[in-house]
């Protein structure tokens, strides 16, 4: 995991205007391989909308994306997801009438393409496994508590075997045991497949904690980039952002 390593994951400028507003700004970030980066930053600073570019959902207004060295600027989001860059949504994106296994199968369906059953399920029964829900796999997703359809989303991108897993507020709605719990899950994550995970969350405690850097968005730009230890001591960002929390 040197510094020198090819980026899994690079961005060059990377710009998005809605009308007026820069949503996102003339961004240069990079994920290297097996790291958890955090992405930091105040209510409407652009982090999804990094989210949307990087996986391809929305396509920039102007900037490069690469992939391993390789330019994936404006591909589907299909193509981004079998280079091996899956995320969930802010806002969850399960399909709550069906149970949870079909929820993994159809989330994992490009990955599993050309397998048989057996091998479907044995993905399946991975995925649930690592997020703990091999007793609701037979459950109705939508049935279930929230913090156990949190645990279903990030399941279902786990199911794609990822090397980067973009987690848009996994924590949302959770007591701190679920937190807790989830903080675990995400480090077996990448103990066990070496993945790289990047987090975006409103919990500060819980980023300082998994993180090993954290880039902060203020205004779609960015306004620092560092260790933990670093981004809380930098004053820029304790003004826009973590001053008028009460994490510390
Ligand atoms: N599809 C869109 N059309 C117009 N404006 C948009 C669109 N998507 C995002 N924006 C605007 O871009 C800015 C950044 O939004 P974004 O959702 O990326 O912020 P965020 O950092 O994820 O905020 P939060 O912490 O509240 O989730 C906001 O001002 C938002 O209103
Ligand atoms: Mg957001």
């Given at each position: 995991?040197?510094?020198?390593?090819?980026?899994?994951?690079?961005?060059?400028?990377?710009?998005?205007?809605?009308?007026?507003?820069?949503?996102?700004?003339?961004?240069?970030?990079?994920?290297?391989?097996?790291?958890?980066?955090?992405?930091?930053?105040?209510?409407?600073?652009?982090?999804?909308?990094?989210?949307?570019?990087i996986s391809g959902f929305?396509?920039?207004?102007?900037?490069?994306?690469?992939?391993?060295?390789?330019?994936?600027?404006?591909?589907?989001?299909?193509?981004?997801?079998?280079?091996?860059?899956?995320r969930?949504?802010?806002?969850?994106?399960?399909?709550?009438?069906?149970?949870?296994?079909?929820?993994?199968?159809?989330?994992?369906?490009?990955?599993?393409?050309?397998?048989?059953?057996?091998?479907?399920?044995?993905?399946?029964?991975?995925?649930?496994?690592?997020?703990?829900?091999?007793?609701?796999?037979?459950?109705?997703?939508?049935?279930?508590?929230?913090?156990?359809?949190?645990?279903?989303?990030?399941?279902?991108?786990?199911?794609?075997?990822?090397?980067?897993?973009?987690?848009?507020?996994?924590?949302?709605?959770?007591?701190?045991?679920?937190?807790?719990?989830?903080?675990?899950?995400?480090?077996?994550?990448?103990?066990?497949?070496?993945?790289?995970?990047?987090?975006?969350?409103?919990?500060?405690?819980?980023?300082?904690?998994?993180?090993?850097?954290?880039?902060?968005?203020?205004?779609?730009?960015?306004?620092?980039?560092?260790?933990?230890?670093?981004?809380?001591?930098?004053?820029?960002?304790?003004?826009?952002?973590?001053?008028?929390?009460?994490?510390?």
């Amino acid at each position: 995991m040197s510094a020198s390593a090819t980026p899994l994951l690079k961005t060059q400028g990377l710009t998005r205007k809605y009308g007026g507003l820069v949503a996102v700004s003339n961004l240069d970030i990079e994920i290297r391989p097996g790291e958890i980066l955090g992405l930091i930053g105040p209510n409407g600073a652009g982090k999804s909308t990094t989210f949307n570019l990087i996986s391809g959902f929305v396509r920039p207004t102007s900037g490069r994306l690469y992939m391993d060295g390789e330019d994936v600027t404006g591909q589907s989001p299909t193509r981004i997801s079998r280079k091996g860059l899956v995320r969930t949504f802010q806002h969850g994106s399960l399909m709550r009438t069906m149970t949870v296994r079909d929820n993994i199968l159809v989330g994992a369906v490009g990955a599993l393409r050309g397998a048989g059953r057996g091998e479907r399920e044995a993905r399946v029964q991975e995925a649930a496994a690592m997020l703990g829900l091999e007793a609701y796999l037979d459950e109705v997703a939508g049935n279930l508590p929230h913090g156990l359809q949190r645990l279903v989303s990030i399941a279902i991108a786990f199911a794609v075997r990822p090397r980067v897993l973009c987690l848009d507020e996994p924590l949302t709605g959770l007591n701190q045991t679920e937190a807790n719990a989830t903080l675990d899950v995400l480090r077996r994550i990448r103990g066990q497949f070496g993945c790289a995970i990047l987090l975006v969350e409103h919990n500060m405690k819980a980023v300082m904690q998994l993180c090993e850097r954290i880039v902060v968005l203020h205004h779609g730009q960015m306004l620092a980039a560092g260790t933990p230890q670093e981004i809380r001591q930098n004053e820029s960002v304790v003004s826009a952002y973590l001053g008028a929390r009460h994490e510390h």
